[in-house]
């Protein structure tokens, strides 16, 4: 905005950039003479700074500012001949702002109100406006008790002859006057206070007096006009009567009352109401910077001046005299920057240059302000007892007359006298000097005022109250760059008194050289208004006073400087990007200074004309317009160049079209030729095919014949054959038959008597053998240690027989293997002969059939001649018919055709109907249902805004409250002073605190200690994401299990149903094996009954050293039991040498049967591999030797128990789980083998990746090399670390699962060691040495919950939420672990059912983040944090409350840990409140940190280089910021949103929250960058457009990198594109009037117009925007309803939801790290 013609808004944009950059205060001088627009324009600059800079509390400062100006203007404010609304006053407004340069506040002091105006008006002029106001709005209800009326019918409004301003209405005005103050916080009995004082002033002014005599004068009784001032003042009438008409004199010792004069009188009576007013001007001025004065420190200020101008009247007073006083101070402070900072300027850039005297006004300030000058004259006077004006003249006269050359005397006056000011010679008239500087008011009448029962009135008296005003302002310390307002000192009564009798040249003086002081102290900027013409006409220029104007403020002056020096100067980059056109490629340097000497001297022969300093070059008037023509030029050739190429484009474009035109003609007709030879040929086909079709249905017919008598002679000759061979094969079958019974019967005969005889000898073996095992296994029985010693062979037999069986299955498979090649080449063989017999046989068949074929033939061909002749005959017939057939069939078809036609048309045009139909019913529903659900989202957006809105309010009345309350508690606990000691263990950061804080913190917690930070354990965040992948693949892998599980219970109902169709001679001897098991088991439980009782007897009975463990019954018992137990095992051995033989003889005899074995032990062999212990596949085992028994041979009846089947039964189960085994082992080989390669092909996967990522980082640079290999490195180390919990979490889990094993084995041993070493003697256990025992600990079964005790609340609130830093738990925990262990407490108090207990922790938890987020609210990632875990939080509180609707994303193990006592439903809506809080509390610190970036990234930094470069002519360039180093640029806001997305995703924020806040902030930067270009004139051209959508590509790309292009972040930034195009379309033409209506949907009508209006061309080729174009615009866009508002809300804030999120982590996985310093809380 620097760059821009002569504007308000750039002066104050200049002080703003200044005020931040340089960090020094700043001040806006604004003058110029009555009626030039000096009230206006510090109005439009402080609107300037309430825009841009915001407020920085929710308190609407900025508005309180703006809203002052109404109210001093009514109350200051007056018509005059020169201008309807003169400031009678002047006034300097401080605004100031804090550390980020946003108002926090105001301060306004006003200098030399012209109270003589309250009491007298010149002709055509009117009082102040407020009394004017108060008389239009007399009809108010509320107004009737002032009685007031026309303006006409009071003497002090109506002397002007002029009430009315012509546009004005002043009943509006009163209406806005009475809304600023409602605005700054005067309530409404202050205003109607402040009007009833206003109106008795006007009937104070309509008070008469009547003569008595010369020197006194009466008011009539009950007169009308005192009355009603009375009863407004609330005084007594007789008293204000009295001394309306009377005065007191004291003397030394007595005091005398003496009436007045009736002239006397009515000055008294216009002193007293130019004093009230004056009063009632600075009790206002007084509330107003009370309104805006803010409690935060003021970093800086910039001060707005709004004084009057040079004043020249044909009658010049006291006022005139002031004000011109003032101006003449203002001017040399203006001379003083102005001239001496050009002339430094060219020092500072050390180019040659001789200093240029300017007119110095310090002459004419001594004359004024010296000893001895007019002011210490004046008040030396008015001391004077006898003191006049015309004494005071003659003083002047003798003082100063021809010693001074400024001081002149009126030839023809001795009563005025002349001052030669700057700007013109003034004569003053001297009439009135010593009234008005004495000011007196009679005290008798202030004192009647002072005893009003009107409780405002008194208060404007008040000698201790000082108001800051010119009265009563007072010096004050001053710093660089703030300064803190005067606060009134209360001293003695005397001090008072004194004050009160100052003079008022003596106040202004004072006043005059404060504000010297404060301007000194600051950076001035000026404002010169200048004023058209003196008639207040429009579109009327002077040019005559214009110029007198210029040469009063100094302005020519100015000039003359720059013109004898180099007004026109450039930077050296400026001049590079503006001039790039005029240099050659060769000579383009690198450094920018030598490049721009070399092109200069080139350009520009004379050296003279221009010069190099430091950082610019100076140009003397005209060179600039020289290199402007000559850019021009150069510019021109370019464009008629770039015109001749596209006039060639363009030819060529239509020669193209033509060839195109005469090629598409030339198709047309080739294809029309084309159609006309397709149709001949299809005729010609159609003839050919109509005539093979014929000719061959006559052949056809006649094979038909043909073949049906060659059918029916084969069919007889076959079946004869076929009977005779069937007779034969039935003959044979039977006498197989018959001898395949015979030769069975003599083979069972002879077989049943061999197995007789087998059985019995059997028996009687068997019983011989069964006799002498009996009497071995009873002697072995009693050995104990042969029972330990066939053990320890068992297990060697085992080991042996388990490889003899690997072996014999190897070999069986060998064998298997040589058995199905063989089958399969014999069946081959078998084939190939069977096929030659049957081809054999159906030759010699053929050959049979051939003869008798060949007679039957010849006869056929007789016949078929006689047929012959026959069918000629026929053919002739059918032809003729076929022709008259043939026509008909073709007229018939045309018929039929046409009809088709007609009814196709018919149907198309119904189809075509109905179609429509449909479109318009679904299109008018879709856009009534797309209606209908925007306005429900509208309601429910307005809802959630409104709700959201209130909380805001709500919070912020709550944080003032607790404001009030510290306030109140500070007020009360004042410390005493002295130190304070605090615990050794306290932080350094602790001091940056002020001492309210340390009372905040002491209030809420009473005894506060400091814990030293432990030392964190890091973790990497992704390793939650990649858990959560872990439990998905877990669940995936239950689902296959579970189908597996059906699967397996549809074989076992097949297998059952299998078992049941078998035959009963298996149910027969299952019955006769289970019958033989129990009665087996029977015998058992006998023998171990009777060794019970044998021992029981024996300890019972026998003798103590008999039953004792070393006594000879014992050792024979135990002999015995031995040798049982060895018998056993023998047994044993010898099942399983029975066992593999039955097996090799099985293999020998069936191997087909072997195979439907193996095939049904595949189909057991993943259930195999499931059973995890020895006991399941014992049970398994069992059960597949009762179900899988086959009943293909007889082989229980082997012997007469079925020993030998159960054998070879149970060695079959045994070969099926050892095959199950080894194909389990190959599977495992094969997952190994795929789990190799997967990894195989991971490691060219990456290796690829690796060679990519180093192509890459190849081509950047080296700071970018490092920066791409850091965070490659990262990543690898993150992956590698997961991977390791991965493998830590398998390990932990097989040692759980060891130690469980571990747990059943001590137990075992423990069992054994306890029966051993009750058969040990006591002296062998006191021999023995003790073993220790390794206790192993217990471990438990965590359900997820918390414990803590009631005493710990506030330290584990403490630790966990007030003094937890979020970026350490961000990087090394879990994200939200805070909130998982703030839930896991609630859960454990909820298991507790303690109400207190959750109602107390709930409560805690809630206000200590409301703390913190206020300690801590300007921290992003504080903010961010305590967002994500309030989310967190109350997902939680709704994943475990137990409503169906949350639990079903549970997990079964999640439901368990649900909430059982208590519904913290209303809890969950106050933790929704305080999330919405605190996100908005994120938007404004979004807002604050963006605030600043976003003009200069947005607007001023050029992204695309050289586009800025084009810039205006003419235009002086001012210190902006566009080339200030330190400036922000895109990067800088990319980056910035870059650090918070990552800081929200750091601390797991919900997706659809982030979304939310990216759409927010890309609202803010829209909303910011389109008010600023609203409001600068430079921004508006055509390359700024292009600017900016380059800009918004770069935001939109940032999206769609973070997958954020659904979130409606992009729809937010539609306005500022729709601005970017606008600037860039054409604007001439109807048709791009339309195009623009239409394409700035998102825009309002304002908001085009004023774009449209700002539009600047930035060279010749461009034209500015017409007028009627713009009224076609605005024609056109008069229909829409948009809002009037020029800018957007950049405050505007979007509604937030929290879309539930379940978090899929078990409670009871979670740890607690040791650097929360929660020890004491224990998981349970």
């Not at 239950?1038 to 297998?1055: A, G, I, Y």
């Not at 509604?1695 to 982590?1705: C, E, I």
């Amino acid at each position: 905005m620097g760059d821009m013609d002569p504007h308000i808004f750039a002066v104050a944009e200049e002080a703003y950039k200044q005020m931040a950059r340089d960090e020094r205060n700043q001040s806006i001088i604004v003058s110029g003479e009555s009626g030039a627009g000096k009230t206006v324009s510090a109005k439009y600059a402080m609107r300037y700074f309430a825009t841009v800079s915001g407020s920085a509390s929710e308190a609407n400062v900025e508005e309180k500012v703006l809203a002052s100006n109404p109210i001093m203007e009514s109350i200051g404010n007056a018509k005059t001949t020169r201008n309807d609304n003169s400031s009678r006053f002047g006034k300097y407004i401080e605004i100031g702002f804090d550390k980020r340069y946003r108002i926090i506040g105001a301060n306004m002091r006003t200098y030399l109100l012209e109270k003589s105006r309250v009491v007298f008006q010149a002709e055509e002029e009117r009082n102040y406006h407020i009394f004017y106001q108060l008389c239009a709005s007399a009809k108010l209800p509320e107004f009737k008790m002032l009685r007031l009326g026309d303006a006409n019918y009071f003497h002090y409004t109506k002397q002007g002859g002029s009430p009315v301003i012509e546009g004005v209405d002043d009943a509006k005005e009163m209406a806005h006057t009475r809304q600023a103050c409602t605005l700054l916080g005067i309530s409404e009995s202050y205003q109607m206070g402040i009007f009833r004082i206003l109106a008795g002033i006007l009937h104070l002014g309509n008070v008469g007096f009547t003569s008595r005599d010369s020197d006194s004068c009466t008011i009539p009784p009950k007169h009308e006009p005192l009355t009603i001032f009375c009863d407004l003042m609330g005084v007594e009438y007789e008293e204000m009567c009295h001394w309306l008409c009377h005065r007191k004199l004291a003397t030394a010792t007595e005091t005398y009352i003496k009436p007045i004069s009736k002239l006397q009188a009515t000055n008294a009576r216009d002193a007293l109401s130019k004093h009230i007013y004056a009063k009632l001007f600075n009790w206002i001025v007084d509330h107003v910077n009370q309104a805006l004065h803010s409690a935060v420190k003021q970093h800086s200020f910039i001060g707005v001046l709004d004084i009057y101008g040079f004043e020249t009247f044909e009658i010049n007073s006291f006022e005139q005299f002031c004000i011109n006083y003032a101006n003449e101070k203002l001017q040399q402070q203006f001379n003083m920057h102005v001239f001496k900072l050009e002339q430094e300027e060219y020092m500072k850039e050390q180019i040659p240059w001789t200093l240029i005297d300017f007119y110095d006004n310090q002459p004419c300030i001594n004359l004024i302000e010296s000893k001895l000058g007019i002011l210490d004259l004046l008040d030396e006077e008015c001391k004077m007892p006898k003191g006049t004006d015309d004494t005071w003249a003659q003083k002047l006269y003798n003082t100063h007359l021809n010693k001074c050359a400024l001081f002149e005397k009126p030839r023809l006056s001795n009563k005025a006298f002349i001052i030669q000011h700057f700007a013109d010679k003034v004569e003053y008239q001297c009439e009135g000097f010593l009234e008005k500087n004495k000011d007196t008011v009679f005290e008798e009448q202030i004192k009647v005022l002072k005893s009003s029962k009107f409780k405002m009135l008194p208060e404007l008296f008040q000698d201790d109250e000082k108001t800051i005003s010119p009265t009563s302002a007072t010096s004050s310390g001053r710093t660089l760059l703030s300064r803190t307002p005067a606060k009134p000192t209360k001293g003695r009564p005397g001090q008072a008194a004194k004050e009160h009798k100052k003079t008022v040249g003596l106040q202004f003086r004072n006043s005059l050289h404060l504000l010297m002081e404060t301007l000194n102290a600051t950076t001035p900027h000026y404002v010169r208004c200048i004023k058209p013409n003196d008639f207040k006409f429009p579109f009327t220029f002077d040019e005559k006073r214009a110029v007198q104007q210029l040469r009063a403020c100094g302005v020519l002056e100015t000039i003359r400087i720059s013109a004898a020096g180099f007004p026109s100067r450039w930077t050296y980059q400026e001049f590079f990007s503006r001039y790039r056109v005029l240099m050659k490629q060769k000579d383009v340097l690198s450094d920018r200074k030598q490049t721009c000497k070399n092109v200069l001297e080139k350009l520009i022969l004379d050296k003279d004309k221009y010069q190099f300093g430091k950082t610019k070059i100076f140009f003397r008037a005209g060179q600039v317009a020289y290199l402007e023509k000559l850019r021009a030029d150069k510019l021109r050739a370019a464009c008629i160049r770039i015109q001749k190429t596209i006039r060639g484009w363009l030819l060529r474009k239509k020669y193209l079209r033509m060839r195109k035109a005469a090629i598409t003609v030339q198709r047309y007709v080739r294809g029309y030729q084309a159609r006309c030879y397709a149709t001949f040929l299809r005729r010609t086909k159609a003839a050919t095919i109509i005539q093979k079709y014929w000719r061959m249905f006559v052949v056809r017919r006649r094979y038909k014949i043909r073949r049906a008598a060659t059918i029916v002679l084969q069919s007889y000759l076959r079946g004869y054959l076929a009977r005779n061979r069937y007779r034969k094969i039935l003959r044979e079958h039977k006498v197989v038959i018959i001898q395949k019974w015979v030769r069975g019967w003599l083979a069972r005969t002879r077989y049943k008597r061999s197995i007789h005889a087998i059985i019995y000898l059997q028996c009687c073996f068997r019983r011989m053998m069964a006799k002498r095992e009996l009497k071995k296994l009873k002697i072995e029985a009693r050995s104990v240690e042969r029972y330990k010693k066939l053990h320890i062979g068992m297990e060697n037999k085992i080991m042996q027989l388990q490889r003899k069986v690997d072996e014999q299955n190897k070999d069986y498979k060998c064998l298997m293997e040589k058995l199905t090649n063989l089958e399969g080449v014999y069946n081959t063989e078998t084939e190939k002969l069977r096929s030659d017999l049957e081809r054999l046989q159906l030759s010699e068949e053929e050959a049979k059939v051939a003869t008798k074929r060949v007679l039957s033939l010849q006869e056929e061909i007789a016949k078929l001649r006689k047929d012959l002749e026959q069918t000629q005959k026929e053919k002739k017939s059918i032809e003729e018919s076929a022709d008259r057939y043939k026509q008909e069939t073709d007229q018939l078809v045309s018929n039929l055709k046409e009809e088709n036609t007609l009814l196709k048309q018919e149907k198309e045009t119904l189809n075509h109907l109905i179609v429509e139909q449909a479109k318009e019913m679904t299109e008018t529903m879709e856009k009534k249902l797309i209606e209908e659900t925007k306005q429900l989202e509208l309601d429910l957006n307005d809802e959630r805004l409104r709700y959201q809105n209130l909380l805001n309010e709500f919070s912020r009345l709550e944080e003032r409250y607790d404001d009030l309350k510290e306030e109140m508690t500070l007020m009360v606990n004042v410390p005493k002073p002295g130190h304070k000691r605090t615990d050794s263990t306290h932080s350094s950061n602790e001091s940056e605190y002020t001492l309210s804080s340390e009372f905040a913190e002491t209030e809420d917690v009473p005894s506060r200690t400091e814990e030293p930070s432990e030392k964190k354990v890091p973790l990497d965040m992704s390793l939650f994401l990649k858990l959560q992948k872990r439990v998905t693949e877990l669940e995936q892998e239950k689902q296959v299990m579970q189908d597996e599980l059906d699967r397996k219970e549809e074989q076992v109902l097949r297998s059952k149903a299998k078992e049941e169709e078998r035959p009963q001679i298996r149910g027969a001897e299952l019955e006769y094996e289970s019958l033989k098991r129990q009665e087996l088991e029977s015998e058992n439980k006998k023998l171990k009954n009777e060794l019970n009782e044998l021992r029981k007897a024996l300890s019972e009975k026998g003798a103590p050293e008999v039953t004792a463990p070393g006594a000879p019954a014992y050792r024979v018992l135990m002999e015995q039991l031995t040798s049982v137990s060895e018998e056993l095992d023998v047994r044993k051995e010898e099942v399983l040498i029975l066992r593999s033989q039955l097996v090799s003889q099985k293999e020998a005899i069936q191997p087909k049967d072997d195979k439907n074995t193996m095939t049904d032990s595949t189909i057991l062999l993943e259930d195999v591999q499931k059973m995890k212990d020895k006991g399941e596949i014992a049970q398994a085992y069992i059960g597949l030797k009762e179900t899988n028994r086959s009943s293909a041979m007889d082989c229980h009846e082997l012997n007469e128990d079925g020993e030998l089947w159960l054998v070879y039964e149970g060695l079959k189960q045994a070969n099926r789980l050892l095959e199950s085994q080894l194909q389990s082992q190959k599977r495992s080989h094969e997952n190994e083998a795929e789990a190799l390669r997967g990894e195989i092909q991971s490691l060219k996967e990456e290796n690829n990746r690796q060679q990519q990522l180093l192509a890459q980082n190849l081509q950047l640079p080296p700071e970018a090399r490092i920066e791409a290999s850091l965070q490659h490195e990262i990543t690898r180390l993150t992956n590698e670390n997961l991977d390791l919990m991965e493998q830590l979490e398998k390990q932990d889990k097989t040692v759980r699962k060891l130690k469980k094993q571990l747990k059943v084995f001590a137990k075992k041993i423990g069992e054994l060691e306890v029966g051993q070493m009750e058969n040990i003697s006591p002296g062998q256990i006191i021999d023995e040495p003790i073993r220790p025992v390794n206790i192993p600990r217990k471990e438990k079964d965590f359900q997820g919950m918390l414990e803590y005790k009631k005493e710990d609340e506030q330290k584990l609130v403490k630790n966990l939420i007030l003094e937890l830093k979020p970026r350490g738990v961000a990087v090394n925990l879990i994200p939200g672990l805070p909130a998982y262990i703030l839930f896991m407490c609630v859960r454990h108090a909820d298991y507790l059912n303690d109400d207190q207990k959750v109602r107390s922790l709930l409560t805690s938890t809630i206000n200590s983040i409301k703390k913190v987020l206020k300690k801590r609210g300007d921290d992003f990632e504080t903010v961010s944090f305590w967002l994500s875990n309030t989310c967190r939080f109350l997902h939680c509180l709704k994943q475990y409350s137990g409503e169906e609707g949350f639990m079903k994303h549970n997990t079964s193990r999640q439901n368990e840990h649900c909430l059982t006592n208590f519904d913290l439903a209303e809890y969950r809506q106050v933790l929704s409140d305080l999330a919405i809080q605190i996100y908005q509390q994120l938007v404004r610190v979004l807002e604050n940190i963006l605030q600043p970036m976003i003009v200069s990234g947005m607007l001023e930094h050029e992204t695309i280089q050289g586009m800025s470069g084009v810039k205006p002519t003419g235009l002086r360039k001012r210190t902006s910021s566009i080339a200030d180093e330190g400036a922000y640029t895109l990067d800088s806001i990319l980056q910035q949103l870059n650090s918070f997305h990552s800081v929200m995703c750091q601390h797991g924020m919900d997706p659809e929250l982030i979304k939310q806040v990216v759409k927010q902030m890309f609202y803010i930067v829209g909303a910011v960058t389109l008010n600023n270009l609203l409001l600068r004139k430079d921004m508006c051209s055509w390359s700024k457009g292009m600017q900016i959508r380059y800009n918004v590509s770069q935001l939109e790309e940032w999206l769609r990198d973070k997958n954020l292009m659904n979130s409606g972040a992009k729809e937010t930034l539609e306005p500022l594109i729709q601005a970017a195009q606008l600037l860039q379309v054409k604007k001439k033409t109807d048709e791009d009037a339309e195009a623009i209506c239409s394409m700035c949907n998102a825009l309002t009508t304002a908001q085009i117009v004023k774009v449209l209006f700002l539009y600047t061309p930035v060279n010749e080729f461009e034209e500015r925007v017409s007028v009627s174009f713009i009224r076609t615009i605005q024609l056109r866009l008069r229909d829409r309803k948009d809002s009037p508002q020029l800018l957007m809300d950049a405050k505007h804030i979007f509604p937030v939801t929290f879309p539930f999120n379940p978090s899929s982590l078990a409670l009871e996985t979670i740890q607690i790290p040791a650097s929360l310093g929660l020890g004491f809380i224990s998981r349970v």
